[in-house]
């Protein structure tokens, strides 16, 4: 049994950059096709009726998620990337908007209420105003939380730290106190080699070659003391010999040969023969 559906397996992206930001007209600020994906950069004051022309008559029917970027550099330093997906194309698209720490952001929860949770988790982690929004709290950190965590300055400590005192208890909070100064740690492979010099190293003189190590000096015991068995061994060991050509030991007997030669073996007869 053969299942049909009217979404395509593969959706391509082939015309709908052209075609939505056609559909968008001045509300399409900038547009592009980056990573096999559809990105169109919309006015922030037109963006719920961007999403509801793209939701109502383009069929980019669920609202994936809402994430935030921050860029310190820029005068709106915030992106809120709005993704979408079409059910019936099988098709994805990336809206974005420009923000900045005083320019609050248009609600989307007049079109899909999941935007009420996912814009107070870009309110939580970077500080951006989501006006209209009917309940724009943190969500992930806790209620008395100072700062954003996901912005690129804020300090990687934080400013508080809290724990449970057993004095008091309850939780509390006290100002960050930590043991040691933040490390720094390098995870840069070590076969590519560090592009800095170590400590110590800066006095090495690069130029000198590196010294030739001397031949191994062989190891000999010239002392009778070292042998450990006494006199009596010591007059009965063998002298030392050099390290030329080995020494020849005669006894002045003479040397065996070569053993005689065998007769040879009668060939065994074959089986069946007398």
């Known amino acids: 049994m053969s299942v049909i559906h009217s979404a395509p397996k593969f959706a391509s992206s082939d015309g709908v950059l052209v075609a939505l930001t056609g559909a968008l007209g001045a509300m399409a600020v900038a547009g592009k096709e980056e990573h096999g994906e559809v990105v169109i950069t919309v006015q922030r004051d037109r963006i719920e009726d961007a999403l509801r022309l793209l939701r109502d008559e383009h069929e980019y029917q669920q609202l994936m998620e809402i994430a ?46 999941v935007a009420g949770w996912l814009e107070r988790e870009v309110f939580d982690m970077f500080g951006v105003i989501f006006a209209g929004n009917p309940d724009l709290r943190r969500i992930l950190t806790d209620y008395g939380f100072e700062g954003h965590p996901f912005r690129k300055d804020f300090p990687l400590t934080g400013y508080q730290e809290l724990r449970y005192s057993e004095e008091e208890k309850r939780v509390v909070y006290e100002p960050v106190e930590l043991a040691q100064d933040l490390r720094q ?62 020494s020849v030991k005669t006894t002045g007997k003479a040397e065996p040969g070569a053993p005689d030669p065998t007769s040879s073996r009668r060939a065994k007869p074959k089986e069946g023969t007398p």
């Not at 006494?230 to 060991?237: F, L, T």
């Open 185 to 246: 740690f390098d995870f840069m492979s070590p076969w590519e080699g560090a592009d800095y010099v170590l400590p110590g190293d800066e006095k090495a003189d690069a130029a000198a070659p590196p010294p030739v190590a001397a031949p191994p000096t062989p190891k000999t015991s010239d002392s009778t003391k070292q042998t450990g068995a006494g006199n009596a061994a010591n007059a009965a060991a063998p002298k030392p010999v050099s390290a030329g050509s080995p």
């Open 68 to 113: 935030g970027v921050d860029y310190p550099d820029r005068a709106e330093r915030f992106e809120c990337n709005y993704c979408l997906l079409s059910l019936t194309k099988n098709h994805r698209l990336i809206v974005k908007v420009h923000a900045a720490e005083n320019t609050p952001v248009p609600t989307v929860t007049t079109l899909w209420p």
